[in-house]
């Protein structure tokens, strides 16, 4: 497409919100995001008419126009050279925070924290899959091999890639979570490496009556223990840090802050953390980690559903940043994550919506949105998805999308699916799988017949009529 066909589409998204409107610009994988003044003043049909444009939607402060990968980025170089403010989507970011409150903020909050560690967990993900299938009897019999004959320095490497992450969990959220906070991130990773230290009694080893270790009495009656696997502990003893840190740098003499404050920030949290409140957060998540197993197991695939079927709602309103620390909980306590195996069936069940709004309609519009928006959704990207076609037209498509997930979730249910990471979706999904043949099987079967399912459905309930008129 040529370059001032690009150059139109940002004259007029420009012209359409409104120079004056325009506070700031940036973007992200396939969204050009503005922050304006007065996003009612926005006239939103006209915005999704404009060519290349597949929906819009205001979110966290920002009227967000969704124009798919590749082309937000060539739209974003116009809208530029049109000589708006632009700043990065880090900057934007920041820019935006003092306007969220309540449920919105804790939800950023947790998506901040957890961004940067998902690549990390979804690699280990992939190395514990990898090692199921290589050091599978079944597989290296193939070759005549056994596990047996797997050399004892390969045997330790492996073990090194695949329990490293989990093993420093507590480390890795506490560098990330002291960064939110407004603290000095290597000093949140000191304390977090202090917390898992190889010189405390290992949590998960005290609580296994088999084990023979048991927990250092502090005081005769405080037990001193490690905080491996705690998301919860780690999160707060950021919060704590963090906030003590800024209060000790506005205080501290310039004389004695470069060495003084790190040296009472990592003593005072620690302290507190171990000798008090780890203990008790460590059991407020296992409570939590137990609450979400018990719905995960509803019979009959009850939890699944409801899971599989609320998740998407989530996704619409920036809410499901909350499920990505019960998932990391439940992966550092059990070593599965059923939960993200609910919860992906939407965009499996997004990819038939596009096909049937492919099939069906007869605005090419309307199919070139649905092509752009199933290639997103492929790779995990769902907003074209959900805000170009669901929203865009009517709910119908909306309701078979999330019935399809829904019982494909409860099957997964009751077949006793689960994944053995996190972070990837829709064709990458199938790799968290490989680790065991059962469940790579039918996690296949089950999301095929999700696509097919709302495939169906849409085309028989969710075609709205104003795509089956030409354009």
């Known amino acids: ?77 116009e809208v530029e050279a049109l000589g708006l403010k632009t700043l990065s989507k880090a900057e934007q970011d920041e820019a935006i925070k003092d306007q969220q409150t309540g449920v919105k903020k804790v939800m950023r909050m947790l998506g901040d924290i957890f961004v940067p560690i998902i690549p990390v967990i979804a690699a280990t993900g992939l190395f514990l899959g990898l090692k199921g299938v290589i050091f599978n009897d079944s597989v290296l019999a193939m070759v005549g091999m056994s596990s047996s004959m797997i050399p004892e320095y390969a045997t330790l490497l492996v073990n090194v890639l695949t ?126 980690v137990g609450i979400v197993e018990v719905v995960v197991n ?26 990505t ?46 092509v752009g928006a199933m290639l997103s959704q492929l790779f995990g990207i769902s907003e074209p998805v959900l805000f170009g076609l669901h929203l865009r037209w009517n709910l119908r498509s909306l309701i078979c999308m999330l019935l399809s997930s829904g019982l494909g979730a409860a099957v997964l249910s009751i077949l006793s699916v689960q994944a053995n990471s996190y972070g990837l979706a829709v064709l990458p999904s199938y790799l968290m799988y490989i680790y065991d043949g059962y469940q790579l099987l039918w996690y296949a079967i089950v999301s095929v017949c999700s696509t097919a399912l709302c495939f169906a459905l849409t085309l028989a309930f969710g075609i709205p009529d104003e795509v089956l008129v030409e354009d």
Request: net charge positive; hydrophobic share 50%; with cysteine.
């Open 1 to 77: 497409m040529a370059n001032e066909n690009y150059a139109e589409v940002a004259r007029q998204i420009v012209e359409v919100v409104g120079r004056n409107n325009i506070v700031s610009a940036t973007h992200c994988a396939t969204r050009l995001r503005l922050i304006v003044r007065d996003h009612k003043a926005i006239d939103k049909d006209a915005v999704e008419k404009i060519d290349m444009v597949k929906g819009t939607f205001f979110n966290a402060g920002q009227f967000q126009v969704i124009l798919g990968a590749g082309v937000v980025n060539k739209v974003y170089a």
């Open 163 to 288: 329990e490293t992450a989990f093993s420093f969990l507590p480390a890795l959220i506490c560098w990330s979570a002291f960064k939110v906070f407004g603290g000095t991130p290597v000093i949140g990773m000191v304390i977090g490496l202090m917390l898992v230290s190889p010189s405390l009694p290992n949590a998960y080893s005290v609580a296994s009556p088999t084990s023979g270790v048991e927990a250092v009495m502090a005081f005769g009656f405080i037990p001193v223990v490690g905080c491996q696997g705690s998301v919860l502990t780690a999160i707060l003893t950021a919060f704590i840090g963090a906030k003590l840190e800024k209060f000790l740098r506005s205080v501290m003499p310039a004389a004695l802050d470069f060495i003084m404050t790190p040296f009472i920030v990592i003593l005072v949290t620690f302290l507190v953390i171990i000798l008090g409140l780890g203990p008790i957060m460590h059991q407020i998540e296992l409570g939590l």
């Open 298 to 323: 509803l019979p009959f695939g009850i939890g699944g559903f409801i899971l599989g079927s609320t998740y998407p709602l989530l996704v619409i309103t920036g809410l499901h940043h909350t499920y």
């Open 325 to 370: 620390m019960i998932e990391t909980s439940l992966l550092a306590n059990t070593g599965f994550n059923p939960v993200i195996t609910l919860c992906a069936m939407y965009g499996f069940a997004n990819v038939g919506t596009c096909l049937a709004f492919y099939v069906r309609s007869k605005s090419a519009r309307v199919r070139e949105t649905a």
